[in-house]
């Protein structure tokens, strides 16, 4: 027994792209000029980052390529979701229409797949080579630098080297400086595991490898100062591995580098150990080297260095110095000057703010482990 099929009502199925395909397209590409206007020419801080924060060459030939690209990205954003959206309104389910009803099968369109195959090729290449020349720019520049400087990165602290400069700056407790206006090469490396040393408003970040020395060359545009992050995770005080970087006119820089050679000349030279207090010494232990050492063991209890137990009749400790058991003028001159070695690195007094008495302290304290 068969049913009587309902009167079918009448449907009315949308040819070709569909009536509102013209208007559609004449909307979204108003959209993506308006868009197209705004990021080339409107402030917007909130969204991409202004030329006002910019600091170097480096920082304007990068802020061009994301401008680029945003206005690409989302002039395809608009058009793709919005077609889709179109589409899928136009020739949508009609009421009444079965639910097996099928759409007009569509095999094949070469001029569609030409067009969509050729603009994307284009923009690629385009952008292949924008990208090329600023990376170019970074890494092979034109222009012979006028200072080259080192960053090393330690768990947890950045050191800067510069030329003349018979020793190291650590941050916090240093900065890094840097002169506007002259091109400058930043040679970047890790005493221990991998870094990555940023700063926000040059656009750039590398990576600080362990065995490998990578490098950014710029020209900082503007005086000021910046923060420079680690931005790999590194470890558990991966957080806090922080420094600032000061720009400013070549002169003013000229004379920090000339105060900072007579800095890390004072800070060579010999302490008096004399009257170092062991009981003071546990204290300024506690506050400036329990985040990586314990009174323990050598290698038992290990933080981030050794445990300092037996500093001075342990076998294990005479790696610091040469195969010899370390006398007591060995440790304040590794707290001086800190150590980078096969147990580890640790950063030199500026960094770990020691003064004469806090070594003396503290060599005292270590001695009386034993
Ligand atoms: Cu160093 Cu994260």
């Known amino acids: ?49 202004s030329e006002s924060n910019a600091a170097s060459d480096s920082a304007v030939s990068i802020d061009g390529l994301f401008k680029f690209m945003t206005v690409f990205g989302v002039a395809i954003t608009v058009y793709v979701s919005g077609y889709t959206a179109y589409f899928a309104f136009v020739f949508r389910r009609r009421p009444g229409e079965s639910i097996y009803t099928v759409g007009v099968p569509i095999h094949d369109a070469p001029k569609l ?13 385009v952008l292949m080579g924008l990208t090329i020349s600023v990376w170019k720019q970074i890494q092979f520049p034109d222009t012979a630098a006028a200072l080259t ?27 890094m400086h840097l002169p506007y206006g002259k091109p400058v090469k930043i040679l970047v490396s890790s ?66 580098l000339a105060a900072a050679k007579v800095q890390v000349a004072n800070a060579s030279g010999t302490i008096s150990l004399a ?30 260095g050794p445990g300092l137990l037996h500093v001075t009749d342990d076998p294990a400790h005479p790696k610091l110095v040469d195969d010899k058991p370390p006398t007591p003028e060995d440790i304040a001159e590794i707290l001086v000057k800190g150590y980078t070695g096969p147990i580890g690195a640790m950063p030199n007094r500026q960094a770990n703010g020691l003064s004469d008495s806090d070594i003396a302290n503290l060599v005292a304290y270590l001695v009386s482990l034993k």
Not at 17 to 41: D, H, K, Q, R, W
Not at 113 to 125: A, C, G, N, Y
Request: a negative charge.
């Open 149 to 175: 400087t080192e960053v090393v990165g330690h768990q947890f602290n950045w050191e800067f080297r510069y030329p003349g400069l018979n020793g190291s700056l650590y941050s916090p407790t240093s900065e």
């Open 275 to 304: 009257g170092g207090d062991p009981g003071v010494g546990k204290t300024t232990f506690s506050q400036k080297c329990a985040a990586c050492h314990n009174a323990g063991g050598t290698f038992d209890q290990k933080i981030v």
């Open 191 to 256: 005493a221990d595991v991998i870094h990555q040393f940023w700063v926000p408003e040059f656009r750039l970040k590398v990576s600080a490898v362990p065995g490998m020395v990578t490098q950014l060359n710029l020209t900082p545009t503007r005086a000021g100062r910046f923060d420079i992050s680690c931005s790999e995770y590194c470890g558990a005080n991966h957080s806090i591995m922080q420094g600032s970087l000061v720009v400013e006119s070549p002169d003013a820089f000229n004379k920090w």
């Open 113 to 125: 797949e030409f067009w969509w195959t050729l603009l994307p090729t284009i923009l690629l290449v």
């Open 1 to 49: 027994m068969s049913q009587v099929a309902p009167s079918a009502p009448q449907i009315v199925t949308p040819k070709g792209l569909g009536p509102g395909f013209i208007p559609v397209t004449i909307v979204m590409t108003v959209i993506n000029i308006a868009v197209m206007f705004a990021v080339l020419y409107l402030p917007l801080n909130f969204l991409l980052p």
